[in-house]
């Protein structure tokens, strides 16, 4: 595995509009804002997965 893997998106134009104008309907203030979000609760969830593991 990576030892420092990275999140690399290549979308087009109009698909970054599509997925800007959902973010902002979710209540984001912007894409950035989305993505610090999405990857605290995945961070989370894989510390919760991993104490559920652990447990087994």
Do not use: C, F
């Not at 970054?16 to 609760?41: E, S, T, V």
């Amino acid at each position: 595995m990576a030892t420092n893997p990275r999140l690399q998106v290549r979308d087009t134009e109009e698909e970054l509009k599509k997925l800007d104008k959902a973010i902002k309907n979710l209540g984001y203030k912007d894409r950035a804002d989305w993505y610090r979000d999405m990857k605290r609760k995945t961070i989370e969830e894989s510390k919760r997965m991993s104490r559920l593991k652990g447990k087994g």
